[in-house]
């Protein structure tokens, strides 16, 4: 028996926004909740948040709404308890973020993942663009122990049109 897919289909449902073959935003649309997720091609990975990137910039819409948000996550062999997470770059740019609520997963071969997926208010937008605006930046999740990565290109730049695309749709006033 063959099976065939759909090769406009990604992740875990999410489709590009539209037909143009250079469309970097993909969605997902939740009928039970309404919202529409948004999120950037380069962002996505083969399973839904896990390994890399690290941090990811995505926003929902809801009605006239569009939200934005931040996922921080953590992979590894054993627990850091993350509950906070600092962005740096080399022209000494910083945005720090505390939260309590993070999830915990224990994976197969006894991996772990941290994730923490929190509202963004226009001042940390605001912080974020500017770090990712920057060269070299890096990202610190911390917690009873710490880990540290430095962010790829081609996830900076997603990140850097995620952040312009919510500053576009809220009408706001920095301009990453």
Known sequence: MVVAASCTTTHHGFEPYNANPNQVFYTRHDKFTGITYYRHRDLLSAVM????????????KQGNINTGRVVFQFFGSEWIFMDQAILVNDQGDRAQFTFSDTKQEVLSGGMVLETADLFLSAEQITAIS????????QIQLSGEKRAEYTLSEKHQR???TMLAELVRLNNMSYKP
Do not use: A, W
């Open 130 to 137: 500017t770090v990712m605006n920057g060269t070299g930046v």
């Open 49 to 60: 948040y896990y390994y890399d990137p690290n941090v990811e910039v995505y926003f929902i």
């Open 158 to 160: 997603g990140n850097i």
